[in-house]
């Protein structure tokens, strides 16, 4: 079995169903990949990294991970903290809102649990790491750079770094330091997934061009530019093709499109797919999952009506 590793920080969602009623469920970009991935490729060990508390509520964090095969041995536990947690309200037009909790969240110590437990040594053997624009922006500078020394480490080892840039304005301090840590995260990534939006807002990339010729210029070889409904262009060396977005009759929610579009892609790359057939089954997961509220779609529903990869 291939070791797949997704780093990040997997919140509590509370979302409003009627005045003063919330649901819990929770949700987190590289946690919902992680999930869509083992659901679609059951033959990847999945193993998540983060850092939860010691209460319930984490418990339950751990509970939902073993009933979706994801493997739990890389979660640091944290005394002092829990999970982050966000609320999603919506007023009387359907409009949503949401706010944050998630300044002490354990998920930020990550990185240093990680060290004291032996660091790179624990991730021997993985055979690509996944993380995202959230998971960088949650950590100090001196976390980012372990992290960065750590990718070395396991970029030297032939582990395959695949980063999404997912770029949330209010976890950094300002643009400038995004852009600084985004294009280091670029740089050490072999894969990568562009978003359009992300460009514009971070970089002011206003074409595909523009973005191309960033994310090309810090050397990464597999790039899947997403582009909301105008689909994917999907660049390797020597490759560029666009694939389309699958039709979607009543688009419910579109929470996590991008998160179940990677774990789609690398469904089927991890299974020997080509980058544009992987494109594809993103397309589909992401089609999918725009048809249900909230980032993770109930199991059952998901299995029963989504082929497998193998
Ligand atoms: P992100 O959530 O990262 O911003 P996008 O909005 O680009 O990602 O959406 C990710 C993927 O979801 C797209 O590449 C596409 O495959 C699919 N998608 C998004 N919006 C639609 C839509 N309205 N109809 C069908 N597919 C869609």
Request: hydrophobic share 40%; glycine share 10%.
């Amino acid at each position: 079995m291939n070791k797949r590793v997704f780093f990040g920080e997997c919140m509590v969602e509370l979302a409003q169903t009627a005045p003063g009623q919330y649901q819990q469920t929770f949700a987190g970009d590289t946690f919902n990949s992680a999930i869509y991935l083992k659901r679609l490729n059951g033959l990847q060990q999945v193993s998540y990294l983060t850092a939860v508390g010691q209460d319930t509520l984490s418990q339950g964090l751990l509970d939902l991970m073993h009933d979706e095969g994801l493997d739990t041995d890389l979660v640091q536990r944290c005394s002092d903290r829990t999970l982050g947690l966000y609320m999603v309200a919506t007023d009387a037009r359907g409009e949503r809102s949401f706010s944050y909790w998630r300044d002490q969240s354990a998920a930020k110590q990550t990185l240093s649990l990680l060290q004291r437990q032996g660091g790179a040594q624990l991730l021997s053997g993985t055979d690509s790491f996944f993380f995202s624009g959230i998971s960088l922006g949650i950590l100090s500078d001196e976390d980012r750079r372990e992290l960065m020394a750590l990718l070395t480490t396991l970029k030297g080892q032939g582990c395959q770094i695949i980063f999404d840039p997912n770029y949330r304005p209010r976890l950094w301090q300002s643009q400038e330091q995004a852009k600084y840590w985004t294009d280091k995260a670029y740089a050490m990534a072999d894969l990568a997934f562009p978003g359009g939006d992300d460009h514009l807002t971070l970089y002011g990339h206003n074409s595909v061009t523009d973005i191309l010729n960033h994310v090309q210029g810090l050397g990464v070889t597999e790039i899947v530019l997403k582009n909301g409904i105008e689909g994917v262009q999907v660049v390797t060396p020597g490759n560029h093709c666009i694939v389309p977005t699958f039709q979607v009759d009543t688009v419910v929610d579109t929470t996590a499109a991008g998160d179940a579009f990677n774990g789609g892609y690398l469904a089927a790359r991890f299974a020997g797919l080509s980058p544009a057939d992987a494109a594809q089954q993103g397309a589909k997961t992401a089609a999918f999952v725009l048809g249900f509220r909230g980032a993770i779609v109930p199991r059952e529903a998901f299995l029963t009506q989504q082929r497998k990869v193998v």
